[in-house]
């Protein structure tokens, strides 16, 4: 896997781990499609578990500018519990 085993390093605080792989090659960060996928995932209905009533989102690079994209296009927002860390973002 590319992060490695996330699962392992955060299994305390986290009971649930989402990865997203999409052709970044043929779509771009613009792409209306990409951004909807993008907030698909980062504001999925939370599960009766207390440890999913908060979301943490790491995107790499440019899962950040979809993610960015889709929130400043409208297409999603970001809960209040919502912390979000980009890594090697190309802004």
């Not at 613009?30 to 698909?40: F, G, H, I, P």
């Not at 790491?58 to 809960?79: D, I, V």
Request: charged share 20%; aromatic share 10%; with cysteine.
């Amino acid at each position: 896997r590319y992060w490695g085993s996330v699962d392992d390093k955060l299994s305390g605080p986290c009971a649930e781990f989402i990865f997203m792989f999409e052709d970044t090659l043929h779509r771009g960060w613009t792409d209306e499609r990409l951004q909807r996928r993008v907030c698909d995932l980062v504001t999925r209905p939370a599960s009766e578990s207390p440890r999913r009533r908060c979301t943490t989102i790491f995107a790499h690079s440019m899962g950040s500018l979809a993610l960015a994209g889709a929130l400043q296009s409208g297409l999603c927002a970001l809960g209040e519990a919502t912390a979000w860390y980009s890594v090697g973002a190309p802004w």
